[in-house]
């Protein structure tokens, strides 16, 4: 039921009765709070019966007895919780400035190893940064007004209610004091998408291609998953885990001592009798495996039967083959530990590796120390993927429940270590994008992060909410799979950013 807008000539509200639009005669004299509407007693009886509604008087009164504890409460917590958020959003333009600060430092960095030449190049970037942060920043610097207007006006209606509220008619106060509600319940939101989240990349010096040379400026949020397929395999972990195509994968969990190819949909469609901790298709299609019981690298070879066949590539005796990955000059790469000293604690006579080889074995390359030549790079590699800068990413476990992401040049030397800091993290397996992004999974923290190529944390990929205890991920152009702890595959459309 909607009442009548009047107006006062002489400027104040004059009390008189207002006669319900649907019954006849009969004044408007209760409220429903449900409806937020002045009815009819009648109204409230029919249309109203199973609703909050009280007459106007009663509920006016209500009000009037707690309205100066109302409006101090409004004036002391409200008011102080806009206040911080307006003091929020200062800070976050601050924390935007500085991000932005830091990613053309590292663009400065980047730029000074190259000619002089590149200095228009450089500009567009900087621009790109510049124009992002003043987008942001406006964004933010809009909200921020708009939490001022919304303070302003809350404490001219508190006032106003303060000073007339005693001789305002019920119905107007009613109003206003519902109005003055909606008012301070109304969110501005001046955190969503004001982040600085554009990042610069830096590229390889070549000459050639002097675009490359500056990088890459991109956006984080735009780099999205979204899960398209899932299927159960048992209740175990799927300890390995490696996409063929987009379609099927290869995958093995610590029950049965086999790898099974499955398709998307969670349908068996081939087994082989080996026990692994490590899978890689090669760009012809070739499976080779980390075969742990027999310490070889071996090969699958797929047939017409339901049972594949397990053939011996080369041996890596007396060494224990891990994770393992293809290269980008053909050949693999694979961790390499003894089986004779403690897990986590190597000693003076301890083997803990990566190996580059051929697909015959012939050794090309091993990282164990770093270039002193004594320390080593490793308490135990679990994971090995190799980025398209032909970096190579590690996942050393330094016990039971912690891990780090050791990222090597492909000349062996360390260049950088995830996380920095000394955290608790344990990460279970790495993959690397197109645009030479770097995807962790966290398993104990239920958590995928993305990585830029050099180490820096971007931000969560995944979290909780989309996987339970990641255990295994294959990335196949843009299908991530991710196994977990429970016997899970989900299977993500991933969706890599475009250059800005």
Known sequence: MTDKKEEYPLGTPQEHALICEKHDLMPIDVTCEDCEEFI?????????????????????????RGLLKAMTKIEEKDIQQINEHIQKASQQMEENKKRYESEVSKLQKHYDAIVETLDKIKKKHEKILRDSLERK??????AKSSLEEKRKKVLQRVKSMKEKGSSMTDIILIKTHRELTKLISTEVDYKQKSDFSLRYEGGDINKAMLESMMGQTFDAEQITVTETDSFQWGEKSILVLEAMNEYRCLLSNNKFQNVVQVSKSGKKEKQFSVDVYGVCVTDNNDVYVSDMKNMSISRLSSSLFPSGSVSTAFSTDPLQPVGICKTMDGGLLFALGDTESDYFQPNSDSRRLVRHATLTGDVIHEYEYQEDGQTRLFTMPSRVTQNSNTDICVINETSNTTSELLILSFSGSVKSVYPKQEHRHHFSDVVCDSYRNIIVSEKQKSSVHLLSSDGEFMRYLLTEKQVNNPQSMSLKKSTLWIGDTHGRVKVFQYNPYTKV
């Not at 009648?42 to 106007?56: F, Q, R």
């Open 40 to 64: 009819c007693s009648k109204c409230a009886k029919d249309d109203h019966k199973d609703h909050n509604w009280d007459t106007i008087s009663t509920a006016a009164t209500i009000r009037t």
């Open 137 to 142: 920043n406006a964004d933010v610097s809009k």
